[in-house]
């Protein structure tokens, strides 16, 4: 342990005297670690991820760098492949924190890992911010690093049961189909507890396994329970396999909500006129309409940008990769520093306006400040249906 | 009328369910090979069906068998090049081998292909026969698409069928699963013969992957839950015999779909598995308790 | 056992190296050389079943499972220390190993390794599905090492580890030794004859299967506590079950050392890989495990001088040991 120190030692010694000696250490990058899962089960979402990240880095360092005091210091990403194996994705946090000795990072994708490796952001004192986690399990341990920009589930079945209340004075009876995992299970219940709080009746609620295969059996038995709102919670595949075996046994409702699916073009491409009145809710969508103060200016501004970029509108999930990036540049400008100390203080106070949307953190770290918008596909396309303020399109009922 | 809805739709599941192992059973009876590769094979097979029909137009029935064309010289390749190689080792050498090769397939389809997932969705969609359109009190009903690929699989595994009993290759096949030196003896060149089986292994994966595109999602990363339920189908119907496979994928459809409704969704695959290992136990040679070789 | 001089100052230079290193090392290394360790120790258990016995073994992945989950659960539920902890993981897959090995050993070949295959499928949605005790899909949060900071935390792993990896070789040796050891190869070269000799073939076979669980069970049940956080997909991952076979051809399967170099070589194998393509990395594994399988137990010979050495090593401590510690065996 002795030698560990006396070779800590003479770095540090090194270090400041590399800093005393000029500006060499400020021209520096910012560098900020992220492990994705580049391949495996979560490579759809990781790739997307990384078009965020990308797309943020470029346009900063397009315009200089981060504003750090006077002088501008460019970002530098490392990225890393975590294979779509949480313990991979802890790993990899403790190598960019030990080895690569990042500044700050961006979390992995999904509510399991980002909590499997905020454990390690929290260890090592590194703000860590989160483009994907809404469960809330994530964040009451109480670690004081880990920042996520998505809101907690609830605000996306609040939403979403007040318009069917409101627009679907008819619906009675609920049928929920969750993916047994940790983020659509979380959501599932959600939705349930949404509904009973509203008096309507839950009269199915199953789970289903990971590759699961085949789900003729449990729609088979929510067609006979007569639901007028379907729910199903899942990855995006799980939903194309569950949407096109619903119209195999007939199944028609007044409303269906899956999530987080057709939000992503990927799902109207593959489920083709099947997609058509699925309602579904989201963090962010091209349709919101927020003014800015980061890079990108607005919502609007910062669609124009990704699809010159990308040749492709931004989803969610790609604008929150973005996001996690716009809010550190904010966080460490008003900072005038990359102290890791002041940075998070900058952070826990929040007021970001951001293109994702106006970014506060609660005590907790987890995003607060702004409305998922409800969107349902109409004619193939995308429409926002909730908030009344930027919706381009009211509830259309009936799915069949 | 709920149990025969779900009977239906566990016969439908296992049509297609024979169909996905078909080919492994091919290749596990004869070859004495646990393909690991088998479920990417079908995703290969899905992928050029999700081309030809979104690029040429070409239906996905109708282009079944070219798929199965191409995963038939692919097939024969790997054999050549690298199975014959490691065929005589123990299972454990060629059961890592194929595994090797698969990861280096499914790593190949991730890059190439990307891994959003993607469906053929077919313009118009076929539609189901609700047969209480007719008959008013019978509520049951047919997805039309499931038992369209269902019966083209059945084709496929007739001439399979057809192609080992009424053949001069298909003898041959027949002689090196039962007797492989006797095979050899008798002036049969098993090199050739585990290639031509390990193609129509692959070819069988091709066109399953192709009939199968409409109805599942398509992505480099299916191919292990197709490999799974091949395992427990080839065990459930006895390894190589092309009936078994169709006994073994109508029971675990059926056995699935109704394990979903007794015991609730997250446990039909629990339920399948252990199923396997019970049999593996005791019946070792399918529930058919025979040794078929066609 | 003989060894080279050569082996000698390799084996003194590595216990030099595993002293050294907590005290250089950044913490980082030294969670490599960790993964190292647990390869080691997954590496010589499998290679108790698998090349002792030569049964095609891929059971280990439902023993580190096992052990996993088992101190996972008992650590969220209780204060007891951590060694305890470990040491009820690897019990609970030991105990898992007795009651399905008599039942799966009497299977052979094919049959043998897709019932130890799919023994992991089954464990891993039991657990998925098991919502109260395992958090299923949610998986466990295990509670931190109380207070002690990162660098003892990762330096403590780093000794568990290691103690691990040399109790399973330690006890790959003992068996290797022992009257258990040569009824084993008995059974590899073949089984029917070893009937004949006299040997208990199934009793042999459950003992070194239990062996196998306990050494897997401890590194899984050390492993779930040093990362913290397990899900059944990750815990129960299949090739967890495969790498160590493929590590213990690389080194030599059925010897001692073969495995622990083996390990070693794939370890470095796969960092290398993995920093370097972003990725297809696993493509280039795929590649790797094929070259070693097609050009290696073939002995084609075509793959360097280096590799056929270290093979013709570990046949040579394989058949001296046959021949100097048992009567001769009935030629299969």
Redesign the interface.
């Known amino acids: 342990m002795n030698l560990g120190n006396v070779r800590r030692g003479v770095l540090a010694a090194l270090m400041a005297s590399a800093v005393v000696a000029g500006a060499s250490a400020a021209e520096l990058p910012i560098r900020i670690g992220a492990p994705l899962p580049l391949t495996g089960a979560l490579s759809p979402e990781g790739v997307k991820l990384q078009q965020g990240y990308e797309l943020w880095k470029d346009t900063v360092n397009a315009a200089g760098g981060i504003a750090v005091g006077s002088v501008k210091r460019l970002v530098e990403i490392v990225y890393y492949d975590y294979q779509s194996m949480t313990p991979k994705a802890v790993q990899l946090a403790e190598k960019l924190a030990t080895d690569d000795k990042v500044d700050f990072m961006f979390g992995p994708f999904g509510s399991g890992a980002s909590k499997a490796a905020s454990t390690v952001a929290e260890r090592y004192a590194i703000p860590m911010l989160a483009p994907t986690a809404s469960s809330v399990e994530v964040y009451d341990q109480g670690y004081k690093n880990l920042f996520g920009t998505f809101t907690a589930n609830d605000t996306l079945s609040e939403p979403m049961a007040d318009i069917i209340k409101a627009k679907a004075p008819n619906v009675k009876r609920v049928a929920i189909l969750a993916r047994n995992d940790l983020y659509p299970l979380a959501l599932g219940q959600e939705f349930e507890k949404s509904s009973k709080k509203r008096g309507l009746e839950v009269v199915y609620f199953e789970k289903y396994a990971i590759n699961t295969l085949d789900h003729a059996s449990a729609l088979t038995e929510i067609k006979a329970a007569k639901p007028d709102w379907i729910i199903a919670t899942g990855y995006i595949n799980d939903l194309i396999l569950i949407r096109k075996q619903m119209a195999d046994l007939g199944i028609k409702a007044q409303a269906v909500t899956m999530i987080n699916a057709p939000a992503y073009q990927e799902f109207i491409d593959a489920t083709g006129t099947l997609a058509e009145n699925v309602t579904t809710a989201t963090w962010w969508h091209p349709a919101v309409r927020y003014e800015s103060k980061d890079v990108f200016g607005s919502s609007v501004k910062y669609s124009e940008m990704f699809q010159k970029k990308f040749n492709a509108l931004p989803d969610f999930t790609n604008a929150t990769g973005s996001s996690v990036g716009v809010v550190l540049q904010m966080a460490i400008e008003r900072a005038g520093s990359v102290d890791r100390d002041k940075v998070r203080e900058t952070l826990v106070k929040g007021g970001f306006d951001t293109f994702f949307g106006p970014l506060t953190f609660n005590g907790v770290g987890q995003a607060i400040s702004y409305v998922p918008p409800v969107i349902q596909i109409q004619g193939g396309k995308t429409v926002v249906i909730y908030p009344e303020v930027i919706k381009g399109g009211d509830l259309q009922l009936g799915v069949r | 009328m709920l149990y025969v809805q779900i009977l239906i739709n566990g016969i439908l599941l296992g049509g297609l369910y024979a169909c996905i192992a078909v080919g492994f059973s091919l290749v596990w009876g004869v070859l004495n090979v646990i393909n690991i590769l088998h479920g990417s094979f079908i995703v290969l097979g899905a992928y050029l069906a999700f081309f030809a029909y979104t690029g040429l137009g070409i239906h996905p029935y109708l282009f079944a068998p070219f798929a199965a064309l191409v995963l038939f010289m692919l097939g024969y390749a790997v054999q050549l090049t690298v199975i014959n190689r490691v065929i005589e080792a123990p299972v454990l050498v060629t059961l890592t081998t194929t595994f090797g090769l698969a990861l280096l397939l499914d790593n190949l389809m991730l890059v190439v292909f990307a891994a959003n997932f993607r469906k053929v969705s077919l313009k118009p969609p076929l539609g189901v026969i609700d047969l209480s359109d007719t008959f008013p009190s019978i509520d049951l009903i047919v997805p039309v698409d499931r038992l369209a690929s269902m019966l083209f699989a059945l084709v496929f595994v007739a001439l399979l069928y057809w192609l080992l009993r009424h053949t001069v290759v298909g003898r041959a096949i027949v002689a090196v699963r039962m007797d492989r030196y006797a095979a050899t003896l008798m002036g049969v060149d098993t090199t050739k013969v585990f290639a031509v089986t390990f193609a129509l292994g692959a070819a069988l994966a091709g066109a399953a992957g192709a009939l199968l595109s409409p109805i599942f999602p398509i992505s480099p990363l299916a191919g292990t839950t197709y490999l799974g339920k091949a395992f427990v189908i080839c065990v459930l119907g006895g390894l190589g015999s092309v009936s078994g496979a169709l006994v073994g994928g109508l029971v675990l459809g059926v056995l699935e779909s109704f394990g979903a409704l007794f015991f609730g969704p997250e446990h039909s695959l629990t339920l399948s598995f252990t199923v396997l290992i019970l049999l593996l136990i005791f019946r070792p040679n399918g529930i058919m308790g025979k040794r078929g070789f066609v | 056992m003989k060894r080279s001089p050569i082996a000698i100052v390799g084996l003194g230079v590595l216990v030099l190296v595993v002293i050294i290193l907590?005290?250089?090392a950044?913490?980082?290394?030294l969670?490599l050389t960790t993964?190292a360790f647990m390869y080691i120790a997954l590496a010589s258990s499998w290679n108790i079943v698998?090349g002792f016995i030569?049964y095609?073994s891929f059971a280990t992945a439902a023993f580190f499972g096992i052990g996993a989950y088992a101190s996972g659960i008992l650590r969220g539920a209780s204060s007891l220390p951590l060694p305890a902890t470990w040491l009820f993981g690897a019990a609970a897959a030991t105990l898992f190993s007795l009651l399905v090995g008599p039942?799966?050993l009497?299977?052979r070949?094919?049959?043998f390794?897709?019932?130890s295959?799919?023994?992991a499928?089954?464990l891993r949605?039991?657990t998925?599905?098991a919502?109260t005790l395992t958090g299923?899909?949610?998986?466990l949060?295990l509670p931190?090492v109380g207070a002690i900071n990162?660098?003892v935390q990762t330096r403590l792993y780093y000794v568990s580890m290691l103690v691990a990896a040399a109790l399973t070789i330690g006890l790959a040796t003992l068996i290797w030794r022992s009257r258990l050891g040569w009824a084993m190869r008995c059974i590899e070269q073949n089984e029917d004859a070893a009937i004949v000799l006299g040997v208990n073939t199934l009793a042999t076979k459950i003992l070194g299967f239990a062996a196998s669980a306990a050494t897997a069970g401890l590194v899984g049940a050390i492993?779930a506590t040093w990362?913290?956080?397990?899900?059944p997909?990750?815990a129960f991952?299949?090739l967890l079950s495969?790498k160590p076979?493929?590590m213990a051809?690389i080194g030599g399967v059925g010897t001692i050392f073969g495995p622990v170099a083996g390990a070693i070589i794939f370890l470095v194998l796969e960092e290398f890989v993995?920093r370097n393509v972003?990725?297809?990395?696993?493509?280039i594994?795929?590649?790797?495990?094929?070259a070693l399988?097609?050009f290696m137990?073939?002995g084609?010979g075509s793959i360097g001088r280096g590799i056929e050495k270290l093979r013709a090593y570990g046949r040579a401590g394989r058949t001296s040991d046959i021949s100097g510690a048992a009567p001769p065996v009935v030629p299969s």
């Not at chain 3, 299923?136 to 998986?139: A, C, K, P, Q, W």
């Open positions: 907590p005290f250089t950044t913490n980082y290394l969670r993964i698998g030569g095609p039942a799966i009497r299977l070949g094919h049959y390794a897709v019932a295959l799919v023994l499928a089954v949605e039991i998925n599905a919502t299923g899909g949610m998986g949060n931190a990162v660098d492993y990362i913290g956080y397990i899900d997909t990750d991952d299949d495969v076979i493929i051809f993995w972003l990725n297809f990395h696993a493509g594994l795929g590649i790797i495990i094929v399988l097609v137990p073939g084609i």
